[in-house]
């Protein structure tokens, strides 16, 4: 019976996220201040955060150091994901796969966004995109380039 009550006592990555949403407003950080100051990219810092991604056991200790989290954050931050959201998927392998990245970064580009424009949206009718190839060692690049009009919610 300790043993069940072990694994009900452990925090998921909702608990996580939670936890730093809340460290994170009460200590006014930044997405971009966070992840400097444990060495990541602010859309990867988000992405992990909110248990689309798993981070490296260093930079999940240093996020629990800086934002003041219980010690068990850290193994929770570097649990692999399951990255599951509640939409019907495209089947088109290309379109699909244009999907998952709105779906696993969705809300960290929706959070970079309104930090650094305020509550708002991109527009997507003034709206252009520019995709192109890049040369990589690795295997070309596709670089998909957006550009929309911010436009602020109105305040009623």
Request: glycine share 6%; aromatic share 8%; with cysteine.
């Amino acid at each position: 019976m300790k043993d069940l009550m072990t694994e009900i006592d452990m925090l998921s990555k909702e608990d996580v996220t939670v936890l730093i949403l809340g460290a994170k407003k009460r200590k006014r950080l930044k997405w971009e201040q966070i992840a400097e100051s444990i060495g990541l990219s602010s859309v990867f810092t988000h992405s992990a955060c909110m248990g689309m991604n798993s981070m490296p056991a260093d930079k999940a200790a240093a996020l629990v150091a800086l934002l003041d989290l219980p010690a068990e954050a850290k193994e929770v931050l570097e649990e692999y994901p399951t990255k599951i959201w509640d939409q019907a998927v495209p089947t088109d392998p290309c379109i699909y796969r244009l999907y998952e990245i709105v779906g696993v970064y969705g809300p960290t580009m929706k959070a970079l966004i309104q930090e650094e424009f305020g509550d708002g949206i991109m527009s997507a009718i003034d709206f252009d995109m520019v995709i192109s190839r890049v040369p990589n060692p690795k295997g070309d690049r596709v670089k998909v380039e957006m550009s929309g009009k911010f436009l602020a919610y109105a305040n009623w």
